[in-house]
């Protein structure tokens, strides 16, 4: 069975620096999202992605943050300038173009720990 | 606006023992809810939604799930656990007139099966 794939599946990073984060979406799927998930916390939507440009987004996809797919199989999230509270799990999701619009998949997340 | 509560941050319960994990959500106006499992390592598995029809929703891994609209809630069920079932579990809500594709998740519960 397809599955969304993500790395890597941990990182480290010193309080602003930039980080990205990969996603390969499963191949015929067009609809591209990422989540977050602070420990402890609910999970959080970040951004939706489709045809090339993002769809909705959140209060917390501010400007530190950016999404691109930059060809045709990786979807990145990208964080400019990391700060303390963006530790996280982030999760990749991506969704078909055709039958049910509700079922997400979902990768298994990158844990990014920010010091 | 749409939420969901999942009540219980951990169950316990013994391998054949029934089981449910609880979820009471919020929407303005109609919802569509969807239970998804994590296991260890792996990316959020779509188990089973209500969109609208049966109260009554089976999914997989013999898991189902109640729509009961007068108390607001999704509980998942399972006449038998069994030890793989040892996962976390999340519960989504996206209101259908709220005119966004985006869900929003509970925190999660964890489920604990033992042997």
């Known amino acids: 069975e397809p599955e969304v794939t993500q790395t890597p599946s941990h990182q480290v990073t010193q309080m602003g620096q930039e980080v990205i984060l990969r996603c390969v979406p499963i191949?015929?799927?067009?609809?591209f999202y990422w989540y977050r998930q602070i420990l402890g916390q609910k999970v959080e939507f970040l951004v939706s992605f489709y045809n090339n440009e993002i769809s909705e987004k959140s209060e917390i996809f501010d400007d530190q943050f950016s999404v691109e797919r930059p060809d045709g199989s990786n979807f990145t999230l990208k964080i400019r300038s990391t700060k303390l509270e963006d530790s996280a799990m982030y999760f990749c999701?991506?969704?078909?173009?055709?039958?049910?619009?509700?079922?997400?998949?979902f990768g298994p997340g990158t844990r990014l720990l920010v010091l | 606006a749409q939420s969901v509560a999942q009540p219980e941050d951990q169950v316990n319960v013994a391998e054949g023992n029934p089981l449910t994990v609880k979820c009471t959500y919020s929407?303005?106006?109609?919802?569509?809810l969807f239970w998804y499992v994590q296991y260890p390592n792996r990316g959020l598995q779509f188990l089973l939604k209500y969109i609208t029809g049966d109260n009554l929703v089976k999914g997989s891994y013999g898991f189902e799930a109640e729509f009961n609209k007068s108390q607001t809630s999704f509980h998942l069920k399972k006449p038998s656990a069994l030890v793989s079932d040892s996962a976390l579990y999340f519960c989504a809500v996206r209101d259908i007139e709220g005119g966004s594709y985006i869900p929003t998740f509970g925190r999660g519960t964890s489920l604990i099966v033992h042997p």
């Open positions: 999701a991506s969704r078909s173009p055709t039958g049910s619009q509700e079922t997400q998949y």
């Open positions: 929407v303005s106006g109609n919802p569509y």
């Open positions: 191949s015929n799927h067009l609809y």
